[in-house]
Nanobody
Framework: EVQLVESGGGLVQAGGSLKLSCAAS????????IGWFRQAPGKEREGVSC????????YYTASVKGRFTISSDNAGNTVYLQMSSLKPEDTAVYYC????????????????WGQGTQVTVSS
């Protein structure tokens, strides 16, 4: 059974940092893209960043480029999202998701999702 479990969310002041983790089990990382998405109240879920784990290619949406860093630990089947210079508009539930044979941030093409972790940035 494929499982994705996020952790690391919390409350932080604007300008602060958080590191989210996505622990994957039930599949290997070959030809898999792990994406981070977020959903704020009343808004659609949007793609934040993704990594093609086997070759390390990464992509960031414009609003987080230069502030967020995605990385993977193949040995532990864990993907991280280091978030720095956080802004109140980064407040959302953050989800990780896995897609086989796809690279990008189209959420409909992701097959498996975690339960989400809340990130709240106070001003």
């Amino acid at each position: 059974e494929v499982q994705l479990v996020e952790s690391g969310g919390g409350l932080v002041q604007a300008g602060g940092s958080l590191k989210l983790s996505c622990a994957a089990s039930g599949f290997t990382f070959d030809d898999v893209t792990i994406g981070w998405f977020r959903q704020a109240p009343g808004k659609e879920r949007e793609g934040v960043s993704c990594i093609a784990v086997s070759d390390g290619y990464t992509y960031y949406t414009a609003s987080v480029k230069g502030r967020f860093t995605i990385s993977s630990d193949n040995a532990g089947n864990t993907v991280y999202l280091q978030m720095s210079s956080l802004k109140p508009e980064d407040t959302a539930v953050y989800y990780c998701a896995a897609a086989a044979g796809y690279y990008g941030l189209d959420k409909v093409l992701y097959d498996y999702w975690g339960q989400g972790t809340q990130v709240t940035v106070s001003s």
